[in-house]
């Protein structure tokens, strides 16, 4: 099956740095979407991004399908930006999500 | 309510009791999914439903039930659990499109992204 690799495991940032996590992919995706797990366990949704670039308010992605990469920009953290980063993809048929290892944030003042 | 909501938030059951979860969502999705995320282990798919067909079950134990009554309703019934079955199980909503291909006169499915509801944190003892 694919493989979904993200780097770092783990980050340890102060309030205001920017960071950019990545998502290494081994095959071919239909799909792309990327999380932020909250200490209480909530997947909430960042951007679905099979291809291109979006920016939402601090947050941005970008995904080269080609080159099969994702990169998730965070610009002036917050303490609330803090928990796990997924990236997840799918692929071929149908709408499996498979998942990465993920990404510990942790944003510190 | 909006979104995908879950009940319970928490539950702890014995390995001999017999106890469901609850999922709906209010997206008018029509596909649901169940996901399980174990302590230092990616989240894993476990059951997809699509159109109110199970389309998908990824060698999960019998001892794990899902019911899809309708769109909007998923449950996972569970019984004789073990303890190793402590995790944290979420549920997963989306929209299904059935793509037309002209070329081959197949029909394919095509889908949106996933919602997740905020998950059972389950305790076997």
């Known amino acids: 099956g694919i493989q979904v690799e993200q780097s770092p495991p783990d980050l340890i940032l102060q309030e205001g740095a920017n960071s950019t996590l990545r998502c290494n992919f081994s095959?071919?995706?239909?799909?792309l979407q990327w999380f932020h797990q909250n200490p209480w366990g909530q997947l909430i949704n960042l951007f679905y991004?099979?291809?291109g670039t979006k920016q939402n308010g601090r947050l941005s992605a970008t995904t080269v399908a080609t080159e099969r990469y994702s990169l998730l920009y965070i610009s002036s953290s917050q303490t609330t930006d803090s928990g796990v980063y997924f990236c997840?993809?799918?692929?071929?048929?149908?709408?499996?999500?498979?998942f990465g290892t993920g990404t510990q944030l942790k944003v510190e003042l | 309510e909006t979104g995908v909501t879950q009940t319970p938030r928490h539950l702890v059951m014995g390995m001999t009791n017999k106890k469901s979860l609850k999922c709906e969502q209010h997206?008018?999705?029509?596909?649901m999914y169940w996901y399980k995320q174990s302590a230092k282990k990616p989240l894993e798919l476990m059951f997809v439903?699509?159109?109110?067909?199970?389309?998908e079950n990824n060698s999960v134990p019998s001892r794990f039930s899902p019911e899809c009554p309708n769109s909007s309703h998923l449950f996972l019934h569970l019984h004789t659990l073990q303890p190793e079955d402590s995790a944290l199980y979420l549920c997963?909503?989306?929209?299904?499109?059935?793509?037309?291909?002209?070329?081959?006169?197949?029909?394919?499915?095509?889908?949106?992204?996933?919602?997740f509801g905020p998950g059972t944190r389950l305790t076997v003892t």
């Open positions: 997963a909503s989306s929209q299904e499109w059935i793509v037309p291909n002209k070329g081959t006169g197949v029909s394919v499915s095509a889908y949106y992204e996933q919602y």
């Open positions: 095959d071919s995706v239909n799909n």
């Open positions: 991004i099979p291809s």
């Open positions: 997840a993809v799918v692929t071929g048929g149908g709408n499996k999500l498979t």
């Open positions: 997206l008018g999705h029509n596909a």
């Open positions: 439903y699509s159109l109110e067909e199970r389309v």
